[in-house]
């Protein structure tokens, strides 16, 4: 008895929340059934239109016919009615001719038989006719007597077969009727199912995405290769997406280089540099800089997807190298600067030592370095002294310093190690 207030508030708040999530499903489902009903309106006056058109274009037709014939009828008519009508004047006056004879010889006839006689003959003609016409009465009478009872019999008939046939139409209708009425209410609970999943998959979708794009983020972060590979199979959308933590709208170049991703970091960046080409084709047109040409170098390519990543910043201007420092990720930033640094040996030339002469350039060269760096730079000496420009050569495993020729030396080649 004393819990019966709250579960009766209970119970009218699940009511009440279920009420509210009918209305809500409701008014989801109202406008597709509105527009549902609007199409099939639109449809349908559409047809009608369509209908009406028909039926006047084939009444101008039939008019135009109509005309056609007519004017092939008033051309030809004097044609073909001038023979008939002669036809006809010939046929009368025949006609007039033979009744004249014949009147003549019944006069002939009557003027040469007495009288008693002629009355005699009348008579009798009378009395044939009034027996010839009682006849015709009769069998007048008789046929219309039969008439009556056969279309009595034929109405009775009719009429039996027309209430038979009412019943089975009326039953026929009802049940398609019925079927047709079952079947749009069956296609309207379709719809109505079809529209409440649609909106509920596009309330849910936004969630995923955000669930998924933390997820990314986090593997990314830990250096997870398989997590990492997973996410962007599912949804390889978000290689290019930021992530608004903190205001900073930084990327997975970052995310990848705070944590010090260096397994999941070349992979990563080959996916998010071919992404943006992908994206923005224009934007890396012939003259575009790039550290390698595109080809078939996997080094090469690697090399521009680095440079590419490393030019991102977020909103603050950091780049993925400023994250990788300020997380002390110290071997990823020996890797992606020793990979921006490298150049094979076999791409230097004379003018990539800057004309320090050809001895220069062929001792540099034939130390034999896997890599070579070089470049003119303000140097101060170990044994002390100001600063003075001095050529630099860096390999992988040794640092070399030489003298700037003199102008008048350049083209003999002084100049020697330091």
Request: with cysteine.
């Amino acid at each position: 008895a004393g819990a019966g207030p709250p579960a009766r508030r209970a119970a009218a708040d699940a009511q009440r929340r279920q009420v509210e999530e009918e209305a809500a499903r409701r008014a989801a489902a109202a406008p597709l059934l509105q527009a549902a009903t609007r199409g099939a309106a639109a449809r349908a006056l559409a047809a009608a239109a369509r209908q009406t058109e028909a039926e006047q274009r084939g009444a101008l037709l039939r008019a135009a016919h109509g005309l056609l014939i007519a004017r092939w009828l008033a051309a030809r008519r004097e044609a073909w009615l001038a023979p008939r009508r002669a036809a006809r004047l010939e046929c009368q006056r025949l006609a007039r001719g033979f009744l004249g004879r014949r009147r003549a010889e019944r006069a002939r006839l009557r003027a040469n038989t007495p009288l008693a006689l002629v009355r005699l003959q009348s008579a009798l003609r009378r009395a044939l006719l009034v027996a010839r016409a009682a006849r015709l009465f009769r069998e007048g009478h008789a046929r219309r007597t039969l008439q009556t009872h056969s279309r009595r019999r034929a109405g009775a008939r009719c009429a039996g077969r027309r209430r038979a046939s009412v019943a089975l139409l009326q039953r026929a209708s009802r049940g398609a009727c019925g079927r047709a009425a079952a079947c749009e209410r069956r296609r309207a609970v379709l719809r109505l199912q079809r529209a409440v999943l649609g909106v509920r998959a596009r309330s849910l979708r936004p969630v995923e995405l955000s669930e998924a794009c933390d997820s990314l983020f986090t593997a990314v972060y830990q250096d997870d290769e398989d997590a990492t590979s997973r996410l962007l199979a599912h949804h390889p959308n978000l290689l290019l997406v930021r992530q608004n933590v903190g205001g900073q709208r930084a990327g997975l170049a970052h995310a990848a280089a705070a944590g010090g991703a260096t397994r999941v970091a070349p992979s990563l960046y080959l996916q998010m540099y071919r992404a943006a080409r992908a994206a923005r084709p224009a934007a890396w047109g012939s003259d575009k800089e790039e550290l390698v040409g595109a080809g078939a170098d996997p080094v090469g390519e690697l090399r521009n997807a680095l440079a590419h990543c490393v030019t991102l910043r977020d909103a603050d201007g950091r780049t993925p190298l400023h994250y990788a420092a300020r997380a002390g990720q110290l071997t990823f930033v020996q890797w992606g600067v020793g990979l921006l640094t490298l150049r094979p040996a076999g791409e230097l030339g004379a003018a990539d030592l800057f004309d320090v002469g050809p001895n220069a350039g062929e001792e540099a060269l034939a130390a034999d370095e896997a890599n070579l760096r070089c470049g003119v730079l303000p140097v101060s000496m170990p044994g002390g002294g100001a600063l003075s420009r001095k050529i630099l050569v860096l390999g992988q495993t040794s640092l070399k310093v030489y003298a700037p020729p003199a102008r008048g030396l350049l083209a003999a080649g002084a100049g020697g190690p330091t």
